[in-house]
């Protein structure tokens, strides 16, 4: 199998799993899983129903070097698990922060992928940032047990808009002091 780099993004491996840089061929899964509503309604920005072509667009946004933002797949093909575990991303923001973001699909859910997927993240550092914030639905705690498995500390009640239920949702806010 061959793994494509993208310029500025690294391939950081994990002892379960790879995380690269998406690619063409991930289209089918990626969209098969985040048309799934359980996976779209714990994201901010995944429509559901998934509108024709968002996924394959999505895709091609990650690949060019003016992205907004880093997205690796958590490939698990070498270790005898799925090409396509979920998603895993870093947007940048002002004063070398990033926000983290990330899905693992529901056939793996509860199997410790996203911890092991956050936590890559975190040691490997790959935009070189001094904190990295991470925000989730308030009603998802097993996605905030994740970020605090993996050293980050809670900030602070917020809400952001949901796209797939087209409404306010109350998160929770932690960040990671990386330096």
Not at 43 to 59: A, C, K, M, R, V
Not at 83 to 111: C, H, K
Not at 121 to 147: C, K, Y
Request: charged letters at 25%; one cysteine or more; glycine letters at 8%.
């Amino acid at each position: 199998m061959k793994i494509e780099e993208i310029e500025g993004q690294q391939i950081i491996r994990s002892e379960r799993f790879i995380l690269r840089p998406l690619r063409k061929s991930d289209q089918g899964l990626v969209e098969m899983y985040a048309s799934d509503a359980r996976v779209a309604r714990m994201t901010t920005n995944i429509p559901h129903p998934l509108p024709p072509g968002s996924t394959e667009q999505f895709i091609e946004a990650s690949l060019q070097d003016t992205r907004k933002e880093d997205v690796w797949v958590m490939d698990g093909s070498a270790h005898g698990l799925a090409e396509v575990l979920g998603l895993i991303g870093l947007t940048p923001m002002d004063r070398n922060q990033s926000e983290i973001g990330y899905w693992v699909a529901p056939a793996f859910w509860n199997t410790g992928l996203a911890s092991d997927a956050v936590r890559a993240i975190v040691e490997a550092n790959p935009q070189g940032v001094d904190t990295m914030f991470g925000s989730v639905f308030q009603d998802n705690p097993g996605s905030a047990r994740v970020l605090t498995n993996c050293g980050f500390e809670y900030l602070g009640d917020a809400e952001a808009f949901s796209v797939a239920r087209q409404a306010k949702i109350d998160t929770w806010t932690y960040l990671k002091k990386m330096k």
